[in-house]
């Protein structure tokens, strides 16, 4: 059409050039008159899920740094009494501190500190009732705390597999079955998983991380399934890279820290970018959603629909490995 009208002026055909342009705008004018008010609405209906949150419990795990720190500060802006998990302490202490300084014109809750190791399974179940004693019920928990692996499988320990395996799925397999029974009852509740888009695609080099982000995504299709009945909304969020310590607290095939902070790592979305989007995802109860630039979608498209080229793409870059 635009072409068309370039040619009809070239040629001077003014009158023809006006008609075209008429009928442009009234075309135009039309598609804003049906999507305005379809704009206007998905925006007030966000608006008001957004407001739904407030005074939600929010459970956050590996809540002492990265993109958890950056979800409890969205969630505690939105109103809502968060509390912060993880191992280390004092993290715990000033990603509290943190949030009662920078938003102290918010009305909210205190938050709460509840210290706790993923891996050690016997202790969650306990420290959820300490949860739910002070707070009373869980709203929505967000299974965030993971560790990484960087390392191939000749070379990693089953240790190493064992661990990450232990952290990322169990520990939160664990955790969610800890929190399930109180929303069954309550006939109410959000189970929020943080996958990667390695559940979606598995990479050389972090065999153990994407078997466990992978048995995250399967676990909670599942139990999306069988709780739909109970009003429990499960989501799964897969981010792609995240300018986080995950790199540099990655494990190798030794079980060692990994210590780097990788390119793509460093060049990934900020934590707070993916906390705002997740926080989103979670008040319109959004099934999945995944995070990430062009170049992971394709490759999650090609490893459906075209997988010989995924897997030669894969060995390639096994092939140009730095760990080698
Ligand atoms: N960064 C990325 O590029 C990226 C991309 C996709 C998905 N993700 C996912 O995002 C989530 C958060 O990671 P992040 O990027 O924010 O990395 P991070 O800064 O290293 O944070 C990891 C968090 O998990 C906690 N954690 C680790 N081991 C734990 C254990 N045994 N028990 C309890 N908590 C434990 C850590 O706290 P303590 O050390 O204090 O225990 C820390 O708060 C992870 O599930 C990760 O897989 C990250």
């Not at 990450?164 to 009852?185: E, Q, R, S, W």
């Not at 990655?250 to 707070?272: I, R």
């Not at 030669?312 to 080698?324: E, H």
Request: aromatic share 6%; with cysteine.
């Amino acid at each position: 059409m635009f072409f068309h009208m370039i040619e009809l002026t070239l040629q001077n055909r003014m009158n023809e050039v006006k008609k075209l342009y008429e009928s442009l705008s009234l075309i135009g004018s039309l598609s804003l008159a049906i999507s305005l008010p379809w704009i206007i609405y998905k925006a007030l209906h966000l608006q008001r899920s957004l407001n739904n949150l407030f005074g939600k419990v929010v459970v956050i795990t590996g809540a002492s740094s990265g993109l958890g720190e950056a979800l409890a500060h969205e969630f505690y802006m939105k109103g809502c009494q968060v509390v912060l998990c993880a191992r280390r302490r004092q993290e715990l202490d000033r990603v509290r501190t943190d949030l009662m300084h920078s938003h102290s014109t918010v009305q909210t809750h205190p938050p709460i500190i509840i210290p706790l190791d993923l891996a050690d399974l016997d202790n969650l179940v306990e420290n959820l009732k300490k949860i739910i004693t002070v707070t009373g019920k869980v709203d929505i928990l967000i299974n965030n705390g993971g560790v990484s692996h960087r390392g191939n499988v000749l070379s990693t320990n089953i240790d190493v597999d064992m661990k990450i395996m232990m952290v990322n799925y169990f520990g939160t397999v664990a955790l969610t079955k800890a929190v399930l029974p109180d929303m069954v009852k309550r006939n109410e509740g959000h189970i929020v998983f943080i996958s990667s888009v390695q559940g979606l695609i598995a990479l050389p080099e972090r065999s153990a991380y994407s078997a466990s982000k992978h048995a995250v995504q399967a676990f909670g299709d599942s139990l999306r399934a069988e709780v739909a009945d109970n009003n429990i909304s499960v989501s799964v969020i897969s981010p792609g890279y995240i300018q986080t310590n995950l790199s540099l607290n990655a494990l190798t095939g030794s079980g060692d820290s990994y210590g780097q902070m990788d390119d793509s790592t460093k060049s990934g979305y900020t934590p707070e970018y993916v906390a705002k989007k997740i926080v989103k995802a979670v008040a319109q109860k959004k099934k999945e959603m995944i995070i990430s630039s062009m170049l992971p979608k394709i490759a999650i498209f090609l490893r459906k629909y075209l997988p010989s080229l995924y897997f030669f793409a894969m060995a390639r870059r096994a092939k140009k490995s730095s760990l080698k």
